[in-house]
């Protein structure tokens, strides 16, 4: 079942505006919509989670342990 940003972002534990931004700089392809929401893929987030900390936006695993 796909997710939305803003499950993504919770699940991730960021801000939804930083996961939207990666699908509307191009970092990240648009996924498919539907009901006008992205329809995020549990497959994504490994990549999302990758630009995320490319960015900074979100801590690499070594500085949270």
Do not use: Y
């Amino acid at each position: 079942m796909p997710l939305t940003t803003r499950q993504v972002a919770d699940f991730l534990g960021t801000d939804e505006w930083r996961v939207r931004r990666l699908f509307e700089d191009g970092t990240l392809a648009e996924p498919e919509r539907f009901a006008g929401k992205r329809a995020i893929s549990r497959s994504l987030i490994p990549g999302i989670v990758d630009a995320l900390r490319n960015r900074g936006w979100l801590q690499t695993e070594e500085a949270t342990t």
